[in-house]
């Protein structure tokens, strides 16, 4: 049988992925017993992560959102794709704003991979100002890449730095572009986050940036969150997912967005 921490990681990447946990499926899925996920279900409840039902859990509605590394498995091809297509936007030499999240992680690791930009040597190809600690993890080893990490307080539940340590760096810098992930984006209201505190770091980042990327899948399409980033008219180029409908990504252009479907 699995440690209870692995059962732990794989019931929330099922949340994450269903919305929803029933026991007996999930007893089956892990190949482990009814009585097993009852224990685990109520553990996680316990540390305010699900939320308990008849029958299984859902996400804590108290919280606003579950930690970033049990997110990752959701539409990760799409968020793949949509990554490659905006890594290709930026061009040789160009300094490059990213703020956490996992689509904006898998655009560093596109950008970090990207054949015309390798080098074997130490010359910089392309510079990253990023907030969030993990982009920076995995970036700080690729020598083609100058890696700027801001300030600030760390947010476990998204590894982002926040605060004033974060936007005063980011008000000394300028940006070519930036490639912004959000919670939610429509027309009327912009780019949103859940976290009031990323919302204003993610502000500054925008602020900085000549040219201005959000990436989002088609489930953040049309949809709002509490603390506003920026709004629609600051944004140039909206990357999202091919499954998009015709009806959403029409009034982002009737906006004036350019709409990239990857």
Known sequence: MA?????WSALLEMLTRDGRIEVEPAAVELGVSVA???RDLDELARQ?????THGGAVVNAIAYDLPLRYK???NAPEKERIAHAAAALVK???VVGLNGGTTTTEVARALATRADLGSDGAETAVTVVTNALNIANELVVRRHVKLVVTGGVARPA???????LATELLAEIALDQVFIGVDAIDVAHGATAHHEGEAGVNRALVRRAQRVVAVADSSK???RAFARICPVEDIDVLVTDRTASDELT??????GVEVIRA
């Open 36 to 38: 097993t996920i009852r």
């Open 221 to 223: 399409l049309d949809r």
């Open 158 to 164: 998204s590894y982002e730095l926040i605060g004033p």
């Open 3 to 7: 440690a209870p921490q692995v059962r």
């Open 92 to 94: 040789a030499g160009a």
């Open 72 to 74: 990752a498995a959701r």
């Open 250 to 255: 029409e009034s982002f252009t009737a906006a």
């Open 48 to 52: 305010q992560m699900v939320t308990r």
